[in-house]
């Protein structure tokens, strides 16, 4: 396998080469449509055998109408920076004749038309036949949530990328940072494990809309949170305001029997005298 700057040649090597003998099938009218949840497994699909049968492919290519994204040919490969690490076509499946491009924690950048292209060798000849177009559509996650009083919330990041957490209480127009990835200040009440990000001891002023943002501030999720009080439970300023009427109550009631104890003492001394 090549390092990037070999890869980075070998690729605009090939795409000078092969623009000289480019012999495309016709580009069908209407792409593939695809749609998935930003942080999930995106399949791009694609199938080379209705139009190479029994031609051995080794030499794979996907780009978008802007640049390459991923293109292989034998063990050598090459990612786009942005899909480093996330995209590839397994070997064993090309040579069945499948194609599709695997897209890892695909991201809302992702979004976008991408083509498929094998490079064909033949008597000392290449051409580039095109395969399949998909429009890749990305969706963010949203759903509304009721939790008890106390109770723990898993908000969900679902990707490595998830930069941050902002918050907004229902009854304000203002949103608040919560947490940021890395940043030893964070409040001690959120924990975050894998994907998930755990806010403990909800209280009723918790109520309000969670937005997980991305490096670039896009929304990968809203939770619209109603924390809801629980019966038979009491938060301490309720423990604290009963203890209060009680304490008044009983000073009441010992102020009383003292002034019904003096008046009694005061018709005891009189009836004497």
């Known amino acids: 396998m090549?390092?990037?700057a070999r890869d980075r040649h070998f690729i605009r090597f090939h795409c000078m080469f092969i623009i000289s003998s480019v012999v495309s099938s016709s580009i069908p009218s209407k792409p593939v449509s695809i749609s998935y949840p930003v942080g999930s497994q995106a399949i791009l699909p694609c199938n080379w055998m209705p139009q190479l049968y029994n031609v051995p492919i080794h030499h794979i290519q996907w780009q978008t109408p802007d640049d390459t994204v991923f293109e292989q040919k034998g063990e050598q490969r090459w990612q786009a920076p942005e899909f480093k690490g996330r995209v590839e076509v397994?070997?064993?499946?090309l040579q069945e004749g499948d194609?599709?491009?695997i897209v890892r924690?695909?991201?809302?950048?992702?979004?976008?038309?991408?083509?498929?292209f094998v490079v064909v060798e033949s008597a000392g000849t290449k051409r580039r036949v095109f395969l399949q177009s998909v429009q890749l559509s990305v969706y963010d996650h949203k759903s509304k949530v009721s939790l008890g009083e106390g109770e723990d919330m898993n908000l969900?990041?679902?990707t490595p990328k998830a930069m941050r957490v902002v918050f907004q209480k229902r009854s304000s127009k203002e949103w608040t940072v919560l947490w940021v990835r890395g940043d030893k200040a964070?409040?001690?009440?959120?924990k975050e494990a894998e994907r998930v990000l755990v806010i403990k001891g909800l209280?009723?002023?918790h109520s309000g809309?969670?937005?997980?943002?991305?490096f670039h501030g896009r929304s990968v999720n809203t939770v619209n949170l109603m924390v809801e009080e629980v019966a038979g439970t009491q938060t301490l300023s309720q423990i604290h305001q009963k203890q209060e009427a009680v304490g008044k109550s009983f000073h009441n009631r010992s102020s009383i029997l003292l002034i019904i104890f003096v008046l009694q003492i005061s018709l005891l001394i009189q009836y004497q005298h």
């Open 99 to 101: 194609c599709s491009l």
């Open 90 to 93: 397994p070997e064993e499946k």
């Open 2 to 4: 090549y390092g990037i």
């Open 186 to 190: 964070n409040n001690h009440h959120f």
């Open 203 to 205: 209280r009723m002023d």
């Open 105 to 116: 924690d695909v991201q809302l950048g992702d979004v976008g038309l991408y083509e498929s």
């Open 209 to 214: 809309t969670y937005k997980v943002l991305d």
């Open 156 to 158: 969900k990041l679902y």
